[in-house]
């Protein structure tokens, strides 16, 4: 008859040897935690030591804090490199797609742009394929 703790059922149940080994599990697992936890503090108390030696080096550069326009043209610069990478991968991930049912087209955004028309009847790719690489492809920033 099942007990309301689990553990209780299952050790009455199997035996002393499988209860043993789940002790043995339970002090293994709470020494690999404080362990652990042990070798993290050690780690930080280390990192903080070696920021508070570093700043007190006479060559030591801090960076200056920047304005709200320095700010904005970072963001002017950063947002576009963004759209950038992300054009960059849907490319890469739809020339893998293809690639993977045979259709192979040279590394240039011209020439898969040129390429997907025709590649809509193509036998080698099967028919729920072509509308997602025209997903793909909508989705791209210009």
Request: aromatic letters at 8%; glycine letters at 6%; one cysteine or more.
């Amino acid at each position: 008859m099942p007990h309301r703790d689990g553990g209780m059922w299952f050790s009455a149940s199997l035996g002393p040897v499988v209860c043993s080994a789940w002790s043995h599990y339970m002090s293994h697992r709470s020494r690999v935690r404080q362990t652990v936890q042990a070798w993290w503090q050690q780690r930080c108390g280390r990192d903080a030591e070696a920021i508070a030696i570093a700043a007190r080096q006479p060559t030591m550069r801090f960076v200056a804090i920047k304005s709200v326009e320095q700010q904005a043209i970072l963001a002017w610069h950063s947002v576009p490199a963004g759209w950038q990478e992300e054009r960059t991968a849907l490319l890469n991930r739809t020339r893998g797609l293809l690639a993977e049912f045979g259709v192979v087209i040279a590394r240039s955004a011209d020439r898969l742009l040129a390429a997907l028309p025709g590649l809509v009847e193509d036998a080698r790719l099967p028919t729920r394929c072509a509308p997602c690489c025209w997903k793909c492809v909508s989705s791209w920033p210009r």
